[in-house]
Nanobody, 119 residues
Framework: VQLQASGGGLVQTGGSLRLSCVAS????????VAWYRQAPGKERELVAT???????NYADSVRGRFTIARDYPANTLYLQMNSLVPEDTAVYYC??????????????WGQGTQVTVSS
């Protein structure tokens, strides 16, 4: 499974960006799809996820500002980011988890897209 992320860039504080992630496999069959981010010197952290049944979950730091969405026919995952702040600066990665052999989850990652928020 290949995931191609795009949409990152440089934006001022308070601005917005929309990230996209196109999957080579149907995301309808995924157990979950998600966005993670990794800032310099920090561990990768979960930003938002959608699980089977449409259940969404957000990191406390982005709840109310970011929205995760998916387009099944286009096999695309989105992350709408509003009211951006410098602390959101990071490389953002999309992730898709599918059931592998024996039911063991298989994780797939996009290549990452840089988001930089200037103060």
């Amino acid at each position: 499974v290949q995931l191609q992320a795009s949409g990152g860039g440089l934006v001022q504080t308070g601005g917005s960006l929309r990230l996209s992630c196109v999957a080579s496999r149907s995301i309808f069959s995924a157990n979950a799809v998600a966005w993670y981010r990794q800032a310099p010197g920090k561990e990768r952290e979960l930003v938002a996820t959608i699980r089977t049944g449409g259940i969404t979950n957000y990191a406390d730091s982005v709840r109310g500002r970011f929205t995760i969405a998916r387009d099944y026919p286009a096999n695309t995952l989105y992350l709408q980011m509003n009211s951006l702040v410098p602390e959101d600066t990071a490389v953002y990665y999309c992730n898709a988890q599918y059931s592998g052999p024996g039911g063991i989850p298989d994780d797939y990652w996009g290549q990452g897209t840089q988001v930089t928020v200037s103060s």
